[in-house]
């Protein structure tokens, strides 16, 4: 999927209601778990995640 030019991907576990996420900024990669039995709900906290390092991106100067 991509969210504001990110590609990111969002996948339900073995566990009922834990999904696992991952995306990359440049040469940042993040990854982790979100715990919802929504998948849409898993998909706007990962779209969260990206805003808030898309963020962090701007102000720290490269």
């Known amino acids: 999927m991509n969210y504001r030019g990110i590609d990111y991907s969002v996948a339900m576990t ?7 996420w991952q995306f990359r ?4 990669f993040k990854a982790g778990k979100t715990e919802t039995r ?3 709900l898993a ?4 779209q969260l995640r990206i805003d808030r390092a898309l963020k962090l991106a701007a102000r720290v100067p490269s």
Request: glycine share 16%; net charge positive; hydrophobic share 40%.
């Open 38 to 40: 929504i998948g849409l």
């Open 25 to 28: 900024i440049g040469d940042e």
């Open 43 to 46: 998909i706007r906290r990962v």
């Open 14 to 20: 073995t566990t009922p209601g834990i999904w696992k």
